[in-house]
């Protein structure tokens, strides 16, 4: 009787793996997949550190732009030009940037050959108020950004 068993439980064991459904599903998944890659859109921002390369950094940076980033302000300031401040109410105060971004562009023209600026952020600061700011001075004219941190405690 024993062998009986063995066979009954070798005949349902041997049976017949149905793959055609699941190889259905990967030839529907796999072109989705490959199709929605297309959507996914990258982007880079090109930055350089402060400082730069010696005599031929500080003939070109002579104006030594910085636009530090506050709590409730963007305080424009550099060589040769006038510091502005633009009150901002919180962080997502278009009218400050868009001030911001009118006395950037003024800058821009007048000084022809800088195209460099240097954002000074608190630790505090968010993420997309920075790159606001680079936005900002990039549709200016200035599109060599370089970052910098304020340690001034308060």
């Given at each position: 009787?024993?062998?009986?068993?063995?066979?009954?439980?070798?005949d349902?064991?041997?049976?017949?793996?149905?793959?055609?459904?699941?190889?259905?599903?990967?030839?529907?998944?796999?072109?989705?997949?490959?199709?929605?890659?297309?959507?996914?859109?990258?982007?880079?921002?090109?930055?350089?550190?402060?400082?730069?390369?010696g005599?031929?950094?500080?003939?070109?940076e002579?104006?030594?732009?910085?636009?530090?980033?506050?709590?409730?302000?963007?305080?424009?300031?550099?060589?040769?030009?006038?510091?502005?401040?633009?009150?901002?109410?919180?962080r997502?105060?278009?009218?400050?940037?868009?001030?911001?971004?009118?006395y950037?562009?003024?800058?821009?023209?007048?000084?022809?050959?800088?195209?460099?600026?240097?954002?000074v952020?608190?630790?505090?600061?968010?993420?997309?108020?920075?790159?606001?700011?680079?936005?900002?001075?990039?549709?200016?004219?200035?599109?060599?950004?370089?970052?910098?941190?304020?340690?001034?405690?308060?």
């Amino acid at each position: 009787m024993s062998r009986h068993r063995i066979r009954k439980m070798r005949d349902l064991v041997e049976a017949d793996l149905e793959i055609m459904p699941l190889m259905n599903l990967f030839v529907v998944l796999i072109p989705m997949l490959l199709l929605s890659a297309v959507f996914l859109e990258l982007s880079v921002i090109h930055m350089a550190a402060p400082g730069g390369d010696g005599a031929e950094a500080d003939a070109k940076e002579s104006l030594d732009l910085a636009v530090h980033i506050t709590a409730d302000a963007y305080r424009v300031e550099g060589n040769g030009i006038e510091a502005r401040e633009f009150p901002r109410e919180d962080r997502r105060d278009v009218g400050a940037t868009f001030q911001l971004a009118a006395y950037l562009q003024t800058v821009a023209t007048d000084h022809p050959d800088n195209r460099a600026v240097r954002i000074v952020s608190q630790p505090t600061t968010h993420y997309d108020e920075i790159i606001e700011v680079m936005d900002r001075s990039r549709e200016a004219g200035l599109p060599e950004a370089s970052l910098q941190g304020d340690q001034v405690s308060h």
